[in-house]
């Protein structure tokens, strides 16, 4: 068998099918993950100068923070929509 199929290699043919309706979803989860990173970047290494809250004083900014969490649970629904589109099979 193996020597059937190095004599015909150009003979097989490998298919791939891939979802275009999910590229645009993919492409939203992946900016999603980047604003998530750059919040969190964002709130650990920008500290305050002049603290206005005690939670503040302690170093980290708390509205990105905020905005992270929120987004990452936009970042979980998106990833949800792309599993279920994977796995639910359209006719």
Do not use: C, Q
């Amino acid at each position: 068998m193996i020597e059937e199929y190095t004599e015909k290699k150009g003979a097989f043919m490998g298919i791939a099918i891939i979802n275009e309706k999910i590229m645009p979803l993919v492409g939203i989860a992946f900016l999603l993950w980047i604003v998530i990173l750059s919040l969190l970047l964002i709130s650990l290494l920008w500290k305050n100068k002049k603290a206005k809250y005690s939670w503040d004083k302690k170093g980290a900014k708390v509205v990105p923070l905020v905005f992270a969490v929120v987004l990452h649970i936009l970042f979980g629904v998106f990833i949800g929509i792309i599993f279920y589109h994977i796995s639910v099979i359209r006719f």
